[in-house]
């Protein structure tokens, strides 16, 4: 399951899930580094927990960077390290599927995450579910879905990785609930 296609059947909204999304320095996990972590628990359909952490990257954090999420050296000085953030976010998916819009990137930041659980990406789930969309971004999905008529997801911004995943979660059970077989 470490793909979207082919495991349409194993998309069963009773089992648990987790919606993960991180801010970065940049684009390359070989030389970026993760700056706010975040993960939206699911089980039966329904949100059952949030989470989110700065994480200092112990690295300045580059300025197109920051002009994308708003983070700044300022605001993870005092942060915990990627390897605190990492322990606790394992043992918030240590149950679940972990789900991802674009999860090559967020899982290729999570390479311990991405070892210990089977994963899907919404992404791949949206080009299905909705081949008509303008494109598959997670906010024009937004947009396009109307997902911003759900209170969880009105008003919230662009780039921050709590943002950023229930964005993800509303398009992931929208997802679901359209390809759903009979």
């Known amino acids: 399951m470490r793909n979207s296609e082919g495991f349409l059947g194993f998309i069963d909204l009773r089992r648990s899930y987790a919606v993960i999304d991180v801010e970065t320095t940049g684009f390359n996990p070989a030389v970026d580094r993760v700056v706010e972590v975040a993960c939206v628990q699911i089980h039966d359909g329904d949100i059952v927990g949030t989470w989110s952490s700065l994480v200092n990257p112990q ?19 005092n942060a915990p390290a990627f390897e ?19 999860a090559s990137f967020d899982l290729g930041f999570l390479p311990a995450l991405a070892a210990a659980r089977p994963s899907l990406c919404s992404l791949q789930l949206a080009r299905r579910a909705f081949p008509l969309a303008p494109n598959h971004k997670n906010q024009t999905l937004r947009y396009y879905l109307r997902l911003d008529d759900d209170p969880l997801i009105a008003g919230l911004g662009a780039h921050r990785a709590l943002a950023d995943a229930l964005v993800t979660t509303a398009i992931f059970l929208r997802c679901a609930r359209t390809l759903r077989r009979p």
Do not use: F, K, M, T
């Open 59 to 77: 690295r300045p954090i580059p300025p197109q960077a920051s002009a994308i999420h708003g983070i700044y050296d300022e605001d993870v000085v």
């Open 84 to 102: 605190h953030v990492e322990a606790h976010l394992l043992g918030l998916c240590s149950e679940s599927v972990v789900v991802a819009h674009n």
